[in-house]
């Protein structure tokens, strides 16, 4: 049986921000590198961020199930997503975890958490998106193309 093309991501990508997450918050609050105070207005925009994550996330969850392909970046797609959040953003559900992952950083007080985002989108984008990008080309040709000239990478 011949194997299907996919993007060939092999660590979950909510894992990859769980995992930061959890050493930044780790870290941080263990040896008090870039903690502070939490006080009801970073609480309320720590919130905020996490619910806009959530939402943007189970939004860009609908095209998914409406069109009845697989979100999982280690299998292969059937239809090209291009509505819903997907107008907006090629990552919209990347862009979801980011939000989430700040918002509890924040919530958390810890700094190192939101410092770490940052080596994280950077894996993100070259392990992750990068490898999305080139399977959507093969598998989906100038459409996709055309998508990615219209359509950012994030927001």
Do not use: C, H
Not at 9 to 38: C, D
Not at 85 to 104: D, E, H, Q, V
Not at 107 to 116: K, R
Not at 139 to 155: A, I, N
Request: hydrophobic letters at 50%; glycine letters at 10%.
């Amino acid at each position: 049986m011949e194997k299907q093309d996919n993007p060939g991501v092999r660590f979950p990508p909510p894992l990859m921000f769980f995992l930061s997450g959890l050493a930044g918050w780790f870290i941080g609050s263990r040896f008090g590198i870039l903690t502070f105070e939490q006080v009801i207005i970073t609480d309320i925009f720590g919130l905020i961020l996490a619910v806009l994550g959530f939402l943007l996330g189970f939004w860009s969850m609908l095209p998914f199930l409406a069109a009845k392909t697989s979100m999982l970046p280690w299998t292969s797609d059937s239809k090209l997503l291009v509505g819903g959040p997907y107008k907006f953003s090629r990552n919209p559900m990347y862009a979801g975890m980011a939000l989430i992952y700040t918002g509890i950083g924040v919530l958390l007080g810890s700094g190192l958490v939101i410092v770490l985002l940052a080596p994280l989108i950077f894996i993100m984008n070259r392990y992750v998106i990068a490898q999305e990008e080139a399977y959507l080309s093969r598998e989906f040709g100038d459409e996709y193309l055309e998508f990615m000239q219209k359509v950012r990478r994030w927001l």
